[in-house]
């Protein structure tokens, strides 16, 4: 009895120390599903004067506007230091790095850096393996503990991949035993899947023009499931593709009339009904792909012009800086703005929802202000300023990497920094 009660409290111990240190993953660009929301709750809605409290900061990010994924108690992303992309580990419970993984030259000149170089894309991580995209198309599978080399491919050397004019910022998607990105390109070959156990080819998109109109961009794939069919979701500058998930066949393709100079923000797919916005003024569309895949629009107005802080969808309700109005609420069917706000220190950037609140980083100064995601009026609650900021940064780059809130703790990044803040 004795030696059984000990082994009980050997087993709760351990289980509560796992509890505490981290209870949910964050494994790719925008959560497990794609949609900016964190599964944490009973955050604070009160901060000190000061902000939240700081618990970290890591100081070698090096350059850069790469996200985070969290897995295990660590956080991969990635940076440039001197002139080498690296995808790198910090332990999250002490910010220590955990290591760094040099992958290829960033050559600066490799691509347009009028903005700042650096990846621009997030990391995406399953079973054992960190999967990485490069601005110029190097494609690397890692091994998450120890950061070593598992294996590496071209998108434009080996699969004929156009570069975007500001690199290559997708964070690739795992779907089963494939790894998904878009190279774009000829042919047709707009979508790839490889084997991510091996980086071995399983499919090239099918039924695409390989125009202009199907080049790679800016917005990363997702998966989604209707009618029956798993399926590839992606953006493309003036189209918007979904494909066979298990062949790359196309299912159905429509144009995105408001096709702007860059298409970013990733989609919202929810019960059949497909949201859409991009900058530039280009504005926002809802679809509605009916049970024959036929795709007709809903609405289409200019009320959200998202530029590249993406959306979230809380209920009936969209949430997300537009272009003029500043941060806005939009009812998800019938395209309406609700209400907006505008200010100085809340104008334009990045938003991520948790337990029903809104992280809005304000990319021009780094101030984040909580607000309540409440579809009848704006409520304010609290805001603070990130800090420290890179004196590195590009001059004409801003604070872009979106924030995540997870286990109770906000995640921020400004070029080489990231800050660790408890929000819980």
């Not at 790198?88 to 040099?102: D, F, H, N, P, S």
């Not at 991009?278 to 679809?287: D, H, P, Q």
Request: with cysteine; charged share 20%.
């Amino acid at each position: 009895m004795k030696i059984n009660r000990i082994i009980f409290c050997i087993v709760a111990f351990l289980s509560l120390g796992t509890l505490v240190g981290h209870s949910a993953d964050w494994p790719i660009w925008r959560g497990p599903d794609r949609n900016d929301t964190s599964p944490d709750t009973g955050l604070l809605k009160k901060w000190p004067a000061s902000g939240p409290k700081k618990l970290w900061t890591y100081d070698q990010a090096g350059f850069g506007y790469a996200g985070f994924t969290i897995v295990d108690g660590v956080l991969f992303t990635m940076g440039t230091r001197d002139a080498d992309w690296y995808v790198i580990a910090v332990e999250v419970a002490t910010g220590k790095e955990k290591w760094a993984a040099k992958i290829a030259p960033d050559d600066q000149k490799g691509y347009n850096t009028g903005w700042g170089h650096g990846p621009r894309g997030t990391p995406t991580v399953s079973e054992g393996k960190v999967y990485a995209l490069g601005p110029k198309g190097i494609l690397a599978c890692l091994d998450a503990v120890t950061g070593s080399a598992v294996w590496q491919t071209s998108l434009t050397a080996d699969y004929q991949g156009k570069v975007p004019g500001w690199g290559y910022s997708e964070s690739p998607l795992v779907e089963g035993k494939m790894v998904v990105v878009t190279p774009g390109g000829p042919e047709g070959g707009s979508v790839l899947a490889l084997d991510k156990a091996t980086g071995a080819k399983l499919w090239h998109s099918k039924g695409l023009t390989g125009s202009a109109k199907d080049n790679a961009h800016y917005s990363s794939a997702q998966l989604i499931e209707w009618n029956g069919k798993r399926q590839i979701l992606q953006l493309f500058q003036n189209t918007i593709v979904s494909l066979d998930a298990g062949s790359g066949a196309l299912i159905w393709k429509t144009p995105w009339k408001n096709g702007a100079t860059a298409v970013i923000p990733t989609p919202i797919f929810d019960k059949g009904y497909l949201y859409v916005t991009s900058g530039y003024n280009a504005g926002c569309e809802l679809f509605q792909v009916g049970s024959d895949d036929k795709v007709t629009s809903v609405w289409d107005n200019k009320e959200m012009k998202n530029h590249h802080g993406g959306v979230v969808k809380l209920g009936d309700h969209v949430y997300g800086f537009s272009d003029g109005p500043g941060l806005s609420c939009q009812e998800f069917l019938t395209g309406k703005r609700v209400w907006n706000q505008k200010s100085p220190t809340l104008n334009k950037g990045a938003v991520h929802l948790a337990d029903g609140l809104l992280f809005c980083l304000n990319e021009g100064d780094g101030v984040v202000t909580l607000v309540e995601a409440d579809p009848t009026s704006f409520k304010k609650l609290e805001e603070f300023t990130l800090q420290p900021q890179s004196k590195n940064r590009n001059p004409q780059g801003r604070i872009w990497t979106h924030p995540v809130v997870l286990d109770g703790r906000l995640f921020l990044r400004d070029q080489e920094f990231i800050v660790c803040y408890q929000v819980k």
